[in-house]
């Protein structure tokens, strides 16, 4: 099964609310990366956050980290259209030959004006 | 600063045919390299991961190879495509520990 799986896995929202979407994992990890991504487009990288961090901000992005529960959120404020987008999270993984990023099926997030 | 350039964009193949997906970083040294597709609307299958020259780990069992014949450039081949490699492929670097940054994807579809 995915390391990560986010939840909802479709979220619409009015302009100007905020979006949080909500990602879980299984295994112990070093960092967990938050991505964007516009219909038929690559990925684009928004945050990452260490296992020993509990928070962190970026722009009108926070995103919290709580390794306890295996779990992390991301929250757009103040939502623009322009945010209409899909969003992964991403944990790390190791196995005996390296590392390796696995990443969850995403949420789809639509901001109307 | 780090580039990765990631071609063909687009391509209609026939089944049976074979196929290369080319992907090249410029401005780093030894990253790792990721192959990944993606089905629409889904999330990201990992495929194959190198972290050097001719190291390649696969993931998946399935009708695609990668290979790794310089250290900045990763190719994904298949001697006889599938319908069911249709799908959008995603090439991606990282240096170890950190981000991993993606290419703009290349789409395949397999008729």
């Known amino acids: 099964s995915q390391q990560g799986e986010e939840d909802p896995q479709a979220l619409s929202i009015q302009e100007g609310e905020n979006a949080t979407m909500n990602c879980s994992y299984k295994?112990?990890?070093?960092?967990l990366q938050w991505y964007r991504q516009n219909s038929g487009r690559g990925l684009v990288h928004l945050i990452l956050?260490?296992?020993?961090?509990r928070e962190k901000h970026s722009g009108r992005l926070r995103v919290t980290l709580d390794t306890s529960k295996k779990s992390s959120s991301l929250l757009i404020t103040a939502s623009r259209a322009a945010d209409t987008a899909s969003y992964f999270c991403?944990?790390?993984?190791?196995?005996?030959?390296?590392?390796?990023?696995?990443f969850g099926p995403g949420t789809r997030l639509s901001v109307l004006p | 600063s780090q580039t990765i350039h990631q071609w063909p964009a687009t391509l209609v193949q026939p089944v049976g045919s074979p196929l290369s997906l080319e992907c090249t970083v410029e401005?780093?040294?030894?990253?790792?390299l990721y192959w990944y597709r993606q089905a629409a609307g889904r999330g990201l299958q990992l495929l194959f991961y190198?972290?050097?020259?001719?190291?390649i780990s696969s993931e998946v069992p399935q009708n695609l190879s990668a290979s790794r014949p310089q250290d900045r450039q990763f190719i994904l081949s298949s001697k006889k495509l599938l319908l069911s490699d249709s799908g959008f492929y995603l090439c991606?670097?990282?240096?170890?520990?950190?981000?991993?940054?993606f290419g703009e994807g290349s789409w395949l579809t397999v008729v």
């Open positions: 190198s972290v050097g020259i001719g190291q």
């Open positions: 991403a944990t790390d993984a190791w196995d005996n030959y390296g590392q390796n990023f696995v």
């Open positions: 956050i260490r296992s020993n961090e």
């Open positions: 401005g780093t040294s030894n990253p790792n």
């Open positions: 295994t112990s990890i070093n960092n």
């Open positions: 991606a670097w990282s240096v170890k520990g950190n981000t991993i940054y």
